[in-house]
């Protein structure tokens, strides 16, 4: 039987329904390796004084999880350098705070190599390996460099950049030829694809083939978009658990019946949490009379922490929230409830559930995972509005959202009077279609797809491409 074998940067074992939530990428591998037989490897998210290669092997819940630890000078060069102040920022259109420091780069060779030489000899003939995101994109040159034939994928989580911008990263020849080493190459989006396939054409004189593919380096890979989903029916119950009806009662009686509106993002920079404060405290400059009726919410616990520019917004963040409060809070009412923490699942569950307006506006997002959560979980009587930002991967297929410019202030504060005025009716009719989307389009049908094309990839390998 044919093995599916994951590997992401970090390992992180998957939990029951209700369980802790732990960021949308772990949410959706172990949904999709719960069904394979087959393992998840990667970084165990601990450092020792010399990497030694050592795996540990568990099960959780019915998947198999293989890990790794990291040297101290891996995580600050790989995944705090080259991974979080190189990638990320570039990738989501912040060159500003890209930095091209040559021992990101080298770090970040070092660990692919590590984690191939770890891996190769867990994979079997027949097995399907498909690796994740952007701090994996060399990992399948490491492998075949070991001798691996098997078909590998590689799936891109956050944007693929203009090709413009995909340029200014030193070195950036070398990481999309490193590309061509997969079978098959998946984006989140058409927009994505595209951005990919003008960088191949262009800077690589590679060509379009028929089938959806593209050769270049010598090498033909597949390529496509797919766009990943939430468990949508699975979320929708969640708000039917006691957890979540206690945090949904717990929020209806700290709003006193106020309109609240919510957000819920990892504290990151792409997410435009300064833009969305912003536009919050505009609503409420424009709109006097409805000022006290309500309340604004933002979950953002805190992430990557040791980069300092995720230092710096937590900081504009704890000072734009005060400022607000400072301004327009009663001796019974504060506009902004700004919380750092995490919470389970099934309590975000309840509080989406509670919200009348869902505000997801990133400046750049590969999909947004919280958009689609907020529509499975409304109540399908009396659903809240969904304000999407057009430039979240998640646009394209919510469509009914309110679509918004995260960089205006006054769209946002537009869009907000907009969905807190809007009827029963028109927002009944907007939520069926997000809900139907967000069904059909889940995370099982996003492995499926993924899957099927990888095992059709390479049918027929060529002399010229035996593997
Ligand atoms: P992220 O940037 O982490 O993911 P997102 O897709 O929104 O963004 O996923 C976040 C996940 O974390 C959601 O499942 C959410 O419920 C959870 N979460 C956020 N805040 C939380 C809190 N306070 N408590 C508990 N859970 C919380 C990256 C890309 C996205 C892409 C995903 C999946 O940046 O664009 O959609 O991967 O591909």
Redesign the pocket.
Known sequence: MTRLIVVSNRVTAPTGAGG??????A??LAAALREYSGLWFGWSGRTTPEFTGQLTVQRAEGVTLATVDLEEADLQEYYNGYANKTLWPLFHYRQDLTAYDRSFGEGYGRVNRRFAETLAPLIEADDLVWIHDYHLIPLARELRALGVKNRIGFFL??PWPAHQLMVTLPGHKDLVQALFDYDLIGF?TQEHVQAFEEYVLSEAGGTRLEDGGMRAYGRTARIGAFP?G?DAEDFAQLTRSEAARRTFDVMKAHTAFRKLIVG???L?Y??GLEERFAGFERFMADNPDLRREVLMLQ???LSRDQVEAYQEIRARLDALSGRINGEYADIDWTPVRY?N?????DQ?AGLYRAAQVGLVT?KR???????K?FVAAQDPEDPGVLILSRF???ADQLRQALIVNPNSPEDIAEALKRALSMDRDERIARWKVLYDNIVTEDVTAWRDAFVAALSGARETPTPEDPY
């Open positions: 802790e939530s732990v960021g949308g990428l949410m959706a989580h956050i989140q990943i939430v819920v993002d990892r990151d792409s997410k979950i953002a616990p919380v923490k995490t919470y389970r699942r975000l990133p997002d590969g999909m947004n995972l919280v958009a959560e979240a991967g998640a």
